[in-house]
């Protein structure tokens, strides 16, 4: 008997079905020979929120979440934190190998000389007002580079994709910068390009007058450990979006603008800046008993708490926690670490949040060490965008390379009206079964 089977009977027709296994799963459309008869559609599977289904094959990242284990290419997120640097991993990401010395080199000065947006880009940013919230900026600029390399479009063309990725790369930083001094009423700075990755974008944040920007090189690595921490999370709502918005081919510009405004919800990348204004509201320690009360009552959710994949402790959030301490020894130590810590004391021994294995996330603590930093909790998003960019456009590439792939197109389980007449507008409202939409 061959193992490797689903066997299902039908007890509508009595007919019996052995499905092959892939991969630990069942395709989908081998459900639909399951039919009643010829008229009979066939089978379809239901799951809204996309709670056991598989989208897509990838490479990329492994997540187990039952172990707390997250790895890209194979390789321990806690390893890759400790001995690389961001664009190490985003080529690592992008390429399925760590780089060589000559290809570190190379990958490193092409990003480089891919920070400077166009004039008209600058110009564009400008038009927001004074207050407009810095996601709200970033996803639109990176939506309007569209407009400025209208060859983007051309996504089947390998060449025209390595350029895109390169300038996508390259330029998010200088839009994050840009949004941030712009809600300053600061000029913008270009970039350096002496400086690395994380070093330049502190200089496009922060350079005043003085000629040359001096990073602070402890603050730099725990930036660049923050996006290495960041930069891809498999099929989450974000890169869902990246993937089906790009599966219509798409340019990768508005696909990544499509998936940044997917991670700007508070469910998601959000969720750091409503951490802190959480972490506000509760004020302090002592508070803490009323408000863990008021999540276990359905009042809110504690933010920075729980996730779909993460029953167990998000490694990335044991990551951040021991950054911090770095973080702080320069900066001096921010208060809500500590109703942070002791929110996560009580909550790990409340029996509401152990029996549904909530655990601190990502988000938890990485606003607390950027706030530290300097940065106001409305950037924290976009802090989050930056290098996850990379994670959207490997998944991208994977997608736009996989022969299986098509457009995304989701079916649905229609629960309307049969098919009925159109009544004359004088006659309606009469009837009892008219609904406002
Ligand atoms: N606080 C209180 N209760 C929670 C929380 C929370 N943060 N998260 C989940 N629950 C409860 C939820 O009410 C449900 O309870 P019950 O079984 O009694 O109905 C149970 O736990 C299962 O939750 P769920 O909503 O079915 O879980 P999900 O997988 O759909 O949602 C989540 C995952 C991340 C959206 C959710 O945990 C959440 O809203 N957390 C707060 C927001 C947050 O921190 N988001 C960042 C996620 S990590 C980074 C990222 O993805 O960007």
Not at 33 to 41: H, L, R, S, V
Not at 244 to 262: H, I, K, N, R
Request: hydrophobic share 40%; net charge neutral; with cysteine.
């Amino acid at each position: 008997m061959d193992k490797e089977v689903l066997n299902i009977v039908d007890r509508r027709t009595g007919a019996a079905y052995d499905l092959p296994f892939f991969k630990g799963a069942i395709r989908a459309m081998d459900l639909r020979q399951i039919k009643t008869g010829p008229e009979d559609f066939g089978v379809m599977t239901y799951d809204p929120a996309f709670l056991n289904t598989a989208s897509c094959q990838s490479a990329i990242t492994f997540i187990d979440g039952d172990k707390g284990i997250l790895r890209y290419r194979g390789y321990p997120v806690e390893q890759l934190a400790e001995n690389c640097t961001f664009l190490e991993v985003a080529y690592l990401l992008l390429n399925g190998e760590l780089p060589t010395e000559a290809e570190l080199k190379e990958w490193v000065e092409s990003i480089t000389r891919h920070t400077m947006l166009h004039e008209t880009s600058k110009k564009f940013l400008e038009g927001f007002r004074y207050n407009a919230h810095p996601m709200g900026m970033f996803i639109s600029t990176v939506a309007a580079l569209s407009t400025v390399y209208p060859e983007a479009r051309h996504v089947l063309d390998p060449e025209v994709r390595r350029l895109q990725i390169r300038r996508l790369i390259g330029k998010v930083p200088t839009i994050a910068a840009y949004t941030y001094r712009h809600s300053l009423g600061f000029p913008y700075v270009y970039p350096d390009n002496d400086l690395s990755y994380a070093e330049n974008f502190m200089n496009m944040l922060w350079k005043m007058v003085e000629p040359k920007y001096t990073a602070n090189p402890v603050l730099a690595r725990a930036l660049d450990i923050l996006f290495i921490l960041h930069a891809d999370h498999e099929q989450n709502c974000s890169t869902n979006a990246m993937r089906a918005v790009g599966s219509s081919q798409a340019d990768p510009f508005l696909s990544t603008s499509a998936a940044c405004a997917a991670l700007s919800g508070p469910l998601h990348g959000g969720a750091n800046e409503e951490v802190l204004k959480m972490l506000d509201v509760i004020g302090s320690k002592d508070k803490i008993p009323a408000y863990i009360d008021k999540v276990k009552a359905g009042e809110f959710k504690l933010m920075g708490f729980g996730h779909r994949v993460y029953k167990n402790y998000d490694p990335r959030a044991r990551i951040i926690k021991w950054a911090a301490e770095s973080v702080f020894e320069v900066t001096g130590r921010n208060a809500k670490l500590d109703i942070a810590l002791e929110l996560e004391r009580i909550a790990l021994e409340d029996d509401y949040f152990v029996k549904r294995k909530l655990y601190p996330n990502v988000d938890f603590y990485s606003g607390i060490i950027y706030q530290a930093m300097g940065f106001k909790p409305e950037m924290f998003t976009v802090l989050f965008a930056i290098p996850r960019t990379v994670g959207w456009l490997a998944q991208w590439q994977e997608m736009l390379c996989d022969a299986e792939q098509k457009i995304a197109r989701p079916r649905q389980v229609y629960t309307g009206y049969e098919a009925r007449d159109v009544v004359p507008m004088e006659k309606r409202g009469l009837t009892a079964t008219s609904t406002t939409a």
